[in-house]
C-alpha cells in the first residue's frame, strides 16, 4: 500500500491545481455510471462519506467505505455499485506540476488506498471544499488549495495516528505469541510472515517497541523461564534446556551463562530452592 505521508511529501514538492471537486449520490442497491473524466483533469482522490460501494474499474473491483480513500490516475471512468444503503462520495481532481527550479517525483501508476479513521472532521472540510470550488471567482482556486492541504494534513495526521494503533497491535500480538510459544524453535523469518512483514521492517517495530531486537527479547523470554526452574525443580540441565526451546545442552550453557553471570549448575547452587533442600 502507497503510504499517506509519502504521497504527501510528493505533493509538496510541487505545484498543485484543483480542476475539479465533484459529490454525488449513488441510491441503494443501484450502479451509477458515470462517462470517462477527461484526462486533463488529472489524478483523483475518491472520498465516502456515507454508505459503502464498490469502485468497478478496469483493473478491478476496489470497496470504498468510510476508513478508506482511494488515489488514482488520469482518465476515470467512475462506475460505482453501492450497497443496501444510499452511497455519497466526494471526487477531487488535481494536477500536480514542478515548482521552480525543483522536480516533483512521479506519483505511482494505478490505483492506491489510504487508510482514514478520523473521517468526521476531513468529510466536514470535504463539504466546504465542495461548496467553495463551485464559486466564481479567483479566490475559490485559492480557497479550495487552501481547504485541500487542510484536507492532507487531516489525513497525515490520521495516518500516523492510525499507524502507531497498528504497530502496537502488532507488537503486543508478536509479544504474546514469544511467550506463549517460546519453548518452539521460533525463527525472525516465522515472526515477519506473521504479520506479512520482512523481517527487517518487523526488527525495526520490535525494537522501537521493546529496546531489544525479537530474537534477543525470545533468548531473555527462554532464560527467565530456565532461572525458575533450576531455581525451583531438581530437572537434570538437559532437560531444562530441552523444556525452554533447546536441544543442544551446551549451547543453552553458554546462553545462560551470559545471561546471568552463572553457570546452570552453579546457579541452581546458589538458589533458594537449594537453601531450602539442603
Sequence with gaps: MYEMREWAERIAEGSITITGVFKNVVPAESVSIGNRIPSSYGSYLLFTLRGRAELLLEEGGRSLHSEKIVHGGPGL???????????????IFYTLRSGT???????????????????????ELLRKLHHVASLPGPMSAFRSKELFYSVLHELCNDSGTERQRVDKSIMEQSIQFINDRFREPLTLRELANLHGMGMKSFTEMFVRYTGVRPMIYLEQRRMKKAEELLATSDGRVSEIARSVGYSDPSLFSKLFRKYTGNAPDVYRETSEWAQRTS
Design 77 to 91: 471512468k467512475p462506475v460505482l455499485k453501492s450497497g443496501s444503503l444510499d452511497y455519497e462520495y466526494c471526487l
Design 101 to 123: 527550479g525543483r522536480s516533483v517525483r512521479r506519483l505511482p501508476e494505478g490505483t492506491s488506498e489510504f487508510p482514514m479513521s478520523n473521517s468526521w472532521k476531513i468529510v
